[in-house]
């Protein structure tokens, strides 16, 4: 994802997972990493997907809030 202020691929800002369906989801936020930018340090957008198999040794930590 690119900011669409400065055109620099954004980069992950916050991840969080999310269970809708039964099924896991893991939402990443983006924000722009360009100090110049004024987007800098805001969420310019969110992607979802859905997450396949959990690895055993990396079970996330469920959000209370959904
Ligand atoms: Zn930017």
């Known amino acids: 994802m690119l900011c669409p202020l400065c055109s620099i691929e954004a980069r992950i800002s916050k991840s969080t997972y999310v269970i809708r ?8 936020e983006y924000s722009c990493r360009n100090k110049e930018c004024s ?5 310019i957008g969110e992607e979802e997907s859905e997450v396949e198999a ?3 040794e990396s ?3 469920v959000p209370s809030e959904e």
Do not use: A, G, W
């Open 59 to 61: 079970k996330p930590s």
């Open 21 to 28: 369906d039964n099924k896991l989801y893991i939402r990443f």
């Open 39 to 43: 987007n800098y340090d805001k969420v």
């Open 54 to 56: 959990i690895v055993e």
